[in-house]
C-alpha cells in the first residue's frame, strides 16, 4: 500500500515524499488504517519499523481537520536523544503545515523552551519531568491537549516513569476528548494496564514473536573468551569493512575503556554514556549522524530513539543483560527496509544473557566459528586506562598514535595462554 492511497492532505503528502517515503511499512499500514479514523492505538513495534512516522502522520492529518485545528498534541518519549529525533522527524515530514513545533527535556535551562511555549506550540515533544515541571511553573498547559502519544512506553516504565506518566494523564482532557496512542516492544504489564485506565477502547497492534527483529538483519553469534574479544572484534572489523558501526557494552566504564581501545587499533571514534554533559552528547549523536564520526562505543542510553542513516552494523560487545534491548540495540541498523549487520560477542561474564534473548526472538542466532587469523594483535594490550576521555593510558607507555582513519593491520597476537589453554580451548571453556 502506498501513501497516496491514504487520501491525506496534499502539504503533508509533500513532506512524506520529501524523505522518500512511498510504500507504507506493516506497523504504519495497520497502525493508520485505524488511527486515522480517530480511534485509540496500543501498538508493538519494535523499533526501526516506522512508528514514529505513523504517529506523526496521525497528528498531522487529523490537526489539519475544522474540528480539531485547536487541539494540541503532546509526545512523551523516555529520553532526550529520542525526543530530539522525534522532533527532527516531526518537522521534516510536516515541512509544508503551518505548524510550530517544540522540544522539551532536562539537562538544560528552561529560558529558551519558555519562550518557545510563550510564542506559541501546537505539538510538544518531551521527556516526563521536564514536560511535568513546566506545567507546574505555569508555562505549560495540558488542558487542550487533544493527541496524546506514549512511545517507547516499556522503555519510560523500566526508568521508572509510571508515577510521572500518571501523573501526565490525569492532566490532559479525559480519555473521550483525546485520541490516545501507545507504543511498546511489549504489551505487556504497565504498558496494558495504562492502557485499560486511561485509553478509549484501543485498538491492539501486536507483532508476532517471530518478528521481533527485522528479517534485513544478518545476525552473528560468537562464543569467545572475555581476554579475546578485542582480538576477535578487530578481526571481523578487517574482515567487514564496515563504513560505520555502533558498539554497545553494558558498563559506562566498559564504553569508555574500549573506545580507547579501538582509538590505538586505528578506529577513531567517540563514546556515548549517561552521564556526559547535554551538550557533548547532543554533539556527539550529531556527528555520528552527519558521518563525521563513523565508530561510536555507547551503553543502552542510546539503544533506542537514534536514526542513523544507513549505519552498516551494530556490535553487541557485551550480551545485554535485558532481552528486549538486544532487538533495540540491533534495531539501530537495517530501518526502513535496508539491510544490516548485527555481531554479538558472547563471553563467560554475559553468557547466561543468551537464552532469554533467544526465547524473546523465538529465534537461536546463527553462530560463527571462527579460525585463529581472525584474530587480530591488539596494540592496546597491557595497557591499564584512566578514567576520563583525556586520561593516557598507563602501565606502560601509551602506544603512538595512527593517522586519523587508518585502518589496523593484520596479524595474530602471541604469547603463553592462561593455564596452558590453547586458543581454541580458551574460547570455549565456559
Known amino acids: 500500500m502506498n501513501f497516496e492511497q491514504l487520501q491525506l492532505n496534499a502539504p503533508l503528502l509533500r513532506g512524506i515524499a520529501d524523505m522518500g517515503f512511498t510504500e507504507l511499512t506493516p506497523v504504519q499500514e495497520k497502525t493508520l488504517g485505524i488511527s486515522l479514523s480517530g480511534r485509540d492505538v496500543a501498538v508493538q513495534s519494535q523499533t526501526g519499523t516506522g512508528k514514529t512516522a505513523a504517529f506523526l502522520i496521525t497528528i498531522f492529518q487529523r490537526q489539519q481537520a475544522a474540528a480539531a485545528a485547536w487541539r494540541k498534541a503532546l509526545i512523551i518519549a523516555p529520553t532526550r536523544e529520542l525526543a530530539v529525533q522525534i522532533e527532527a522527524e516531526a518537522r521534516l515530514i510536516g515541512r509544508h503545515l503551518n505548524l510550530k513545533i517544540g522540544c522539551f527535556y532536562g539537562g538544560v535551562g528552561y529560558n529558551r523552551q519558555e519562550a518557545q511555549l510563550k510564542r506559541g506550540v501546537d505539538i510538544m515533544v518531551g521527556t516526563p519531568g521536564r ?14 491537549i487533544g493527541f496524546l502519544v506514549i512511545d517507547e512506553a516499556d522503555r519510560l ?24 496512542m501507545l507504543f511498546s516492544a511489549t504489551l505487556s504489564g504497565p504498558a496494558l494496564q495504562i492502557a485499560r485506565e486511561y485509553m478509549n477502547q484501543p485498538e491492539k497492534i501486536s507483532i508476532t514473536p517471530e518478528h521481533m527483529t527485522v528479517d534485513t538483519i544478518s545476525q552473528e553469534l560468537y562464543h569467545v573468551g572475555s581476554r579475546e574479544k ?21 558498563m559506562k566504564c566498559d564504553a569508555e575503556r574500549l573506545s580507547k581501545r579501538l582509538e590505538l587499533n586505528g578506529f577513531p ?8 554533559a547535554q551538550s557533548r552528547r547532543l554533539r556527539i549523536i550529531d556527528d555520528f549522524k552527519s558521518g563525521k564520526v563513523l565508530f561510536l562505543v555507547a551503553t543502552d542510553v542510546a539503544a ?5 542513516e544507513g549505519l552498516d552494523m551494530v556490535v553487541n560487545y557485551d550480551l545485554p543483560g535485558e532481552s528486549e534491548n538486544y532487538v533495540h540495540r540491533i534495531g539501530r541498523t537495517a530501518r526502513a527496509g535496508k539491510s544490516g549487520k548485527a555481531v554479538t560477542l558472547a563471553c563467560e561474564k554475559y553468557i547466561t544473557n543468551l537464552e532469554p534473548i533467544e526465547t524473546l526472538i523465538n529465534a537461536k542466532i546463527p553462530v560463527v566459528f571462527p579460525e585463529d587469523d581472525m584474530f587480530l594483535r591488539d596494540k592496546s594490550r597491557g595497557l591499564i586506562f584512566k578514567p576520563g576521555r583525556s586520561g593516557a593510558p598507563a602501565g606502560r607507555g601509551q602506544h603512538p598514535g595512527q593517522t586519523r582513519g587508518s ?11 592462561p593455564g596452558g589453554r590453547s586458543r581454541h580451548e580458551q574460547r570455549r571453556s565456559y
Do not use: C, W
Open 157 to 180: 516504565f523500566d526508568m521508572g516513569f509510571l508515577p510521572d506518566i500518571r501523573k501526565i494523564l490525569r492532566r490532559v482532557p479525559a480519555l473521550q476528548y483525546r485520541q490516545t
Open 230 to 250: 578485542i582480538n576477535l572484534l578487530l578481526g571481523i572489523l578487517k574482515r567487514d569493512n564496515p563504513r560505520s558501526v555502533l558498539f554497545f557494552t553494558n
Open 407 to 417: 585502518r589496523p593491520q593484520g596479524g595474530r597476537s602471541h604469547g603463553s595462554r
Open 304 to 308: 533506542r530513539g537514534l536514526h542513523i
Open 269 to 276: 571514534n567517540e563514546f556515548l554514556t549517561g552521564d556526559l
Open 131 to 144: 514536560l511535568l515541571d513546566l506545567e507546574q511553573k505555569g508555562t505549560l498547559s495540558m488542558k487542550n
